[in-house]
């Protein structure tokens, strides 16, 4: 059982590269997050995922995109990357849909993915 | 809408004290509380979370956190803390009231454990 797994760790891009983050759970969690992390900013959630066809914006939305084909993979791409997205990005999951109370929203964390765009 | 507000952004103490962690929340509905644990170059781990009942609530690692709903507060308490403690702690919600699991974070305390 390896939890929540994210790839790469690490990668610098160029100003309007592309790219995808990879992310992917083996615990058969109906939802997934993407969240960004920045100095002294805490988390700030980016999309996420309720099911498999189902994603919506979160907070920080603008120059990103998900899709979620199947339950256990939700990558996020960046089109055209610009300095601001330079940052931690951490993939989530979680078991909130299935009304078991007492885990109910607790997230399990990938180990994450750092970004720089120069 | 829900906030999150971390009182110390960063927190040094030597091993063996006692340490708080601060967190108020701001919410005009229920929430669900947690603390998360961030060690260095890892991703976040649950530490302990509240949901209902008794306002004590204990959690991994001799931790512990108790949920004030007066004062909306769920201030993070070890009595005796260690150098392994060393990490960044956050303080999240979600509402009682979602169906999307979605958490709303503060901004973070680091604690660093001087020998």
């Known amino acids: 059982n390896a939890g929540v797994t994210q790839t790469p760790k690490f990668r610098i891009l160029k100003i309007g590269q592309s790219m995808t983050l990879q992310c992917a759970q083996d615990m058969n969690h109906n939802y997934m997050y993407w969240y960004r992390q920045d100095p002294g900013m805490g988390l700030k959630l980016i999309y996420y995922s309720v099911g498999a066809g189902i994603t919506d914006k979160g907070e920080v939305p603008n120059g990103y995109n998900v899709s979620r084909s199947t339950t256990e993979d939700f990558p996020l791409r960046l089109e055209l990357a610009a300095p601001s997205q330079t940052s931690v990005y951490f993939c989530?999951?979680?078991?909130?849909?299935?009304?078991?109370?007492?885990?109910?929203?607790?997230?399990?964390f990938g180990p994450g993915t750092r970004l720089t765009v120069l | 809408a829900q906030s999150v507000t971390q009182l110390d952004s960063q927190v040094p103490v030597f091993e063996e004290a006692p340490v708080e962690l601060r967190c108020n929340y701001s919410s005009s509905v229920s929430v669900y509380l947690f603390w998360y644990v961030q060690y260095p170059n890892q991703g976040l781990q649950l530490l302990l979370k509240y949901l209902s009942g008794s306002t004590l609530v204990k959690g991994i690692n001799g931790f512990e956190a108790e949920f004030n709903k007066s004062q909306t507060s769920f201030h993070l308490r070890k009595p005796s803390v260690h150098i392994s403690d060393t990490a960044e702690y956050f303080c999240a919600v979600s509402l009682i009231s979602s169906n999307t699991g979605k958490l709303i974070f503060g901004q973070g305390t680091t604690l660093q454990v001087k020998p």
């Open positions: 989530a999951s979680s078991d909130a849909g299935t009304r078991v109370f007492s885990s109910y929203n607790e997230q399990f």
